[in-house]
């Protein structure tokens, strides 16, 4: 059974990075498809990034485009996700999804496995 845990998130100002990791265990890395979503208090859960099985082919939402790189490590069987520059509106629990699938997408009713999260706050 496939498990996902994230870690790496913390509270930062505005305008410094950080790293999140993705711990993905009981399946095959390499065959599946990852993203990141974040969901704020009170919003509904946003597609962040994603990036297909191979890890060659990604895609961002446009508020994170230029500042955020998703990256897949399928011999480590881990999943990052690097955050620059920083904004307050970045603040949310960033969840890693998996889903059994090549090709990744940005609904997250197509995701199979979600990690329990981990919160990144940043201050102005």
């Known amino acids: 059974q496939v498990h996902l845990v994230e870690s790496g998130g913390g509270l930062v100002q505005a305008g410094a990075s950080l790293r999140l990791s993705c711990a993905f265990s009981g399946g095959t890395f390499s065959a599946v498809s990852m993203a990141w979503f974040r969901q704020a208090p009170e919003r509904e859960r946003e597609f962040v990034a994603s990036?297909?099985?191979?890890?060659?082919?990604?895609s961002y939402t446009n508020s994170v485009k230029g500042r955020f790189t998703i990256s897949k490590d399928n011999a480590g069987n881990t999943l990052y996700l690097e955050m620059n520059s920083l904004k307050a509106e970045d603040t949310a629990v960033y969840y890693c999804?998996?889903?059994?699938?090549?090709?990744?997408?940005?609904?997250?009713?197509?995701?199979?496995?979600w990690g329990q999260g981990t919160q990144v706050t940043v201050s102005s």
């Open positions: 990036v297909r099985r191979l890890g060659s082919v990604t």
């Open positions: 999804a998996c889903r059994f699938d090549p090709l990744a997408t940005t609904d997250p009713t197509g995701y199979d496995v």
